[in-house]
């Protein structure tokens, strides 16, 4: 009889290793990039992924404001955000946005995208986003991760 592997809190030092990778995304897709980050952070790739149990890998995101749209999308589509007080909504669009703050689109795109719990929030720190083709995580030795979004 073969049993299902099923991952525990505290075996996570133990049975996986957590891998960094890097993905370069210029001129990527915003939603479909975001996606795949999304099974990655999650640990949905890998044959030990368990729902309840954060067994995803660190993605860090180089070159995040050069991230791509399709169509009128750069002018029609609208972030929004609340202050919490009455007539507090407030509406930006992804132009206005990325001028602004260039990597919270692909921040955005992939918490939207992750479950919405602890385990989620868990998640989207394992998600590094840099403006630049440089970041400080050379000490982890990232693997160059070729999406073709």
Do not use: C
């Not at 995101?61 to 009455?86: C, F, P």
């Not at 050379?138 to 991760?145: D, H, I, K, R």
Request: hydrophobic share 35%; no cysteine; charged share 30%.
């Amino acid at each position: 009889m073969q049993r299902t592997f099923v991952a525990k809190n505290e075996e996570k030092g133990k049975s996986w290793d957590r891998t960094w990778y890097v993905v370069n995304a210029d001129g990527k897709r915003l939603g479909r990039l975001a996606s795949e980050i999304a099974v990655i952070l999650q640990g949905k790739h890998k044959p030990i992924y368990t729902p309840h149990v954060d067994t995803g890998d660190y993605v860090i995101v180089i070159n995040a404001e050069r991230i791509d749209l399709t169509g009128a999308k750069w002018d029609n589509k609208m972030y929004q955000r609340h202050s919490g007080y009455i007539g507090g909504l407030k509406e930006m669009t992804y132009r206005r946005l990325v001028a602004r703050r260039p990597t919270l689109p692909m921040k955005e795109a992939v918490r939207r995208m992750l479950p919405k719990s602890k385990l989620g929030k868990s998640m989207l720190r394992k998600l590094k986003l840099y403006e630049g083709p440089a970041h400080p995580h050379v000490a982890q030795s990232p693997q160059e991760l070729e999406i073709s979004a």
